[in-house]
């Protein structure tokens, strides 16, 4: 993986945490909503994961805002 790709997805990474956080949700109930395994926002939080598109924009969706403030 290239710096750079690493680097995205810190980015996306930390701004799911921000918006669960501001949220006042648990990773497990956003995986719950997500409907994937309990432990995958813990693990895209960590850069352990990679998330993928469809469910970037899910959560997106879940939060109302845009996908590209993942990115900033």
Do not use: C, W
């Amino acid at each position: 993986m290239s710096s750079l790709q690493e680097e995205i997805y810190q980015t996306i990474g930390k701004n799911v945490r921000k918006y669960r956080q501001l949220a006042n949700i648990s990773q497990e109930k956003l995986s719950e909503i997500l409907n994937v395994n309990s432990k995958f926002i813990g693990h895209v939080e960590r850069f352990e994961r990679f998330i993928s598109l469809k469910k970037l924009i899910e959560i997106a969706e879940y939060f109302n805002v845009p996908v590209k403030n993942f990115f900033d």
